[in-house]
């Protein structure tokens, strides 16, 4: 099929690459000039496994394109996906100008003859917008189209594998002739039957919203669970154990750290609520998920200053992991941009490490590079040496097995602050450490004293 994919970036990339690895004919289009002009260069501009060898391919092999064009990327296409960012607006709303700026360039480029086009939501977009998407064609056409809903469920760092082998396609319809040709579009990637679920529009729409709310509500569930633990003097890692082998309850999602962070699950909890109060429909729970996200990201900060005090300066900090979660380089909302800068508002500097987010970094912390209160390190232990606590914020396969004994050696004191538990309390006590964690007892390393009183 005759693809065009509007909106090049972490998704867009992916559906287009994807769709053009299994034999369309796709390009990818986009107003971001430097974006096109590096991913025509064969440079890939974001983080994503697996992605950068499907795009050289398909490249190669003349099935990918990538054009500014946009107008004569969507005149051309039979199928066309709407990829554009969906950002808050200031009332929490989803920002719907992308998403129908684009619409009107598909209605003023409609061509004259040719088969009848699909045009496909595929950004995240509240209930209702497939139908202001048709209004804005129609303004400059009377030829006959279809528009359909196909969110995508995607997950950053796992994007390809999720878009090549997905658990279902949610594909909201309202023509047999939609139904059959997203049908054939998708038969590659379901072959082991997995399941197109095809449904009205509206439906498909809140799927989406449903599915990322309800994850974001069992991050925040458990990391309220995580509280109580502290409280108490429990342990939320066997808690987690204790709920998640129930069949009806599951492992998925339950590890307390944090916060959630990322371009949707904010951003999509708080375009849920929007819709839910604009129909008049109690949003409680999603304003209960994200007070909890709220206070879970400035946790570690609170730790931080009820061992040093308020005032942080003459402090170091040696931060691993800024991305939002591990194996992607994207930062939007992560937790580190709250907890770095909280930090360095109360005159700490901080030295952070991140596999792959640097550039990134670089973007969002400017100010902080500029003024020096922040550095960027090229390795995870340079950013430790003469720290006064290592902070992990972020749960890098990488971070998972340091060298202990070497961290114990470049700090000025051995205090880690663990927002992801990455490690066992019980070890990093033996190791020497002061080790305060989410959800689970703190520990100080073993002394003498304190390991004769234990009966060690
Ligand atoms: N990132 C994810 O993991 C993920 C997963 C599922 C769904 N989504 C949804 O998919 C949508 C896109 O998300 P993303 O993370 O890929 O965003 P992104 O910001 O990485 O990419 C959006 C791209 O759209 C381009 N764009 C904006 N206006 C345009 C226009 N008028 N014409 C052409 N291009 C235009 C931008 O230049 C940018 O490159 C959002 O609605 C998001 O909620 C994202």
């Given at each position: 099929?005759?693809?065009?994919?509007?909106?090049?970036?972490y998704?867009g990339?992916v559906?287009?690459?994807?769709l053009?690895?299994?034999?369309?004919?796709?390009?990818?289009c986009d107003?971001?000039a430097?974006k096109?002009?590096?991913l025509?260069?064969?440079?890939?501009?974001?983080?994503?496994?697996?992605?950068?060898?499907l795009v050289?391919r398909?490249l190669?092999?003349?099935?990918?394109h990538?054009?500014t064009?946009?107008?004569r990327?969507?005149?051309?296409?039979?199928?066309?996906f709407?990829?554009?960012?969906?950002?808050?607006?200031?009332?929490?709303?989803a920002d719907?100008?992308?998403?129908?700026?684009?619409?009107?360039?598909?209605?003023?480029?409609?061509?004259?003859?040719?088969?009848?086009?699909i045009?496909?939501?595929?950004s995240?977009v509240p209930?209702?917008?497939a139908?202001?998407v048709?209004e804005?064609?129609?303004?400059?056409?009377?030829?006959?189209?279809?528009?359909?809903?196909?969110?995508?469920f995607?997950?950053?760092?796992?994007?390809?594998?999720?878009?090549m082998?997905?658990?279902?396609v949610v594909v909201?319809?309202?023509?047999e002739?939609?139904?059959?040709?997203?049908?054939?579009?998708y038969?590659?990637?379901?072959?082991?039957?997995?399941p197109?679920?095809f449904?009205?529009?509206?439906?498909?729409?809140?799927?989406k919203?449903a599915?990322?709310?309800?994850?974001?509500?069992r991050i925040?569930?458990?990391?309220?669970?995580?509280?109580?633990?502290e409280?108490?003097?429990?342990?939320?890692?066997?808690?987690?154990?204790?709920i998640?082998?129930?069949d009806?309850?599951?492992?998925s999602f339950?590890?307390?750290?944090i916060?959630?962070?990322g371009?949707?699950?904010?951003?999509?909890v708080k375009?849920?609520v929007?819709?839910?109060q604009?129909?008049?429909?109690?949003?409680?729970i999603?304003?209960?998920v994200e007070?909890?996200?709220?206070a879970?990201?400035k946790?570690?900060?609170?730790?931080?200053?009820e061992?040093?005090?308020?005032?942080?300066?003459?402090?170091?900090?040696?931060v691993?992991g800024?991305?939002f979660k591990?194996?992607?380089?994207d930062?939007r909302?992560?937790?580190a941009?709250?907890?770095v800068?909280?930090?360095?508002e109360r005159?700490?500097?901080?030295?952070?490490?991140?596999?792959?987010?640097?550039h990134e970094?670089?973007?969002?912390?400017?100010?902080l590079l500029?003024?020096?209160?922040?550095?960027?390190?090229?390795?995870?232990?340079?950013?430790?040496?003469?720290?006064?606590?290592?902070l992990?914020l972020?749960?890098w396969?990488?971070?998972r097995h340091p060298?202990?004994?070497?961290?114990k050696?470049?700090?000025?004191?051995?205090?880690?602050?663990?927002?992801?538990?990455?490690?066992d309390?019980e070890?990093?006590?033996?190791?020497?450490?002061?080790y305060?964690s989410i959800?689970?007892?703190?520990?100080?390393?073993?002394?003498?004293?304190?390991?004769?009183?234990a009966?060690?």
């Amino acid at each position: 099929m005759q693809i065009a994919v509007v909106g090049t970036g972490y998704v867009g990339l992916v559906v287009g690459a994807c769709l053009a690895e299994s034999g369309n004919d796709v390009t990818c289009c986009d107003i971001d000039a430097a974006k096109i002009a590096r991913l025509n260069a064969g440079e890939i501009p974001i983080y994503e496994p697996g992605l950068e060898p499907l795009v050289e391919r398909n490249l190669e092999q003349g099935r990918l394109h990538f054009t500014t064009e946009v107008d004569r990327g969507v005149a051309e296409a039979e199928v066309i996906f709407i990829a554009v960012g969906t950002p808050p607006g200031e009332d929490g709303s989803a920002d719907l100008k992308h998403v129908l700026a684009v619409a009107g360039t598909i209605g003023r480029n409609m061509p004259a003859t040719g088969p009848e086009k699909i045009v496909i939501t595929k950004s995240t977009v509240p209930v209702g917008t497939a139908g202001k998407v048709r209004e804005a064609i129609l303004k400059h056409t009377n030829r006959t189209f279809h528009v359909c809903s196909n969110p995508e469920f995607l997950k950053e760092g796992a994007a390809v594998q999720d878009f090549m082998k997905p658990d279902r396609v949610v594909v909201g319809v309202d023509s047999e002739h939609a139904r059959q040709r997203l049908g054939e579009l998708y038969a590659p990637f379901v072959r082991t039957g997995n399941p197109v679920l095809f449904m009205d529009i509206a439906s498909a729409e809140i799927t989406k919203y449903a599915a990322n709310a309800m994850l974001a509500t069992r991050i925040s569930f458990m990391n309220m669970v995580a509280g109580l633990c502290e409280a108490v003097g429990a342990d939320v890692a066997r808690v987690r154990q204790g709920i998640g082998t129930d069949d009806r309850i599951g492992q998925s999602f339950l590890f307390a750290g944090i916060g959630y962070g990322g371009s949707c699950f904010p951003k999509d909890v708080k375009a849920l609520v929007h819709t839910l109060q604009a129909v008049g429909v109690d949003a409680s729970i999603l304003d209960g998920v994200e007070q909890v996200n709220e206070a879970q990201k400035k946790l570690l900060l609170e730790r931080v200053t009820e061992r040093f005090g308020e005032d942080l300066s003459d402090l170091t900090f040696g931060v691993w992991g800024l991305s939002f979660k591990p194996e992607t380089d994207d930062m939007r909302e992560a937790p580190a941009l709250t907890v770095v800068r909280g930090l360095i508002e109360r005159g700490a500097r901080v030295r952070a490490h991140d596999p792959q987010a640097r550039h990134e970094a670089e973007h969002y912390f400017a100010d902080l590079l500029e003024d020096g209160s922040l550095q960027l390190c090229d390795g995870n232990y340079d950013c430790i040496e003469g720290a006064d606590a290592l902070l992990v914020l972020t749960e890098w396969q990488p971070y998972r097995h340091p060298d202990f004994e070497r961290i114990k050696n470049r700090l000025s004191q051995p205090l880690i602050f663990d927002g992801r538990n990455l490690w066992d309390p019980e070890k990093m006590r033996g190791y020497g450490f002061h080790y305060v964690s989410i959800g689970r007892p703190a520990v100080a390393p073993l002394t003498v004293a304190t390991a004769a009183a234990a009966g060690e």
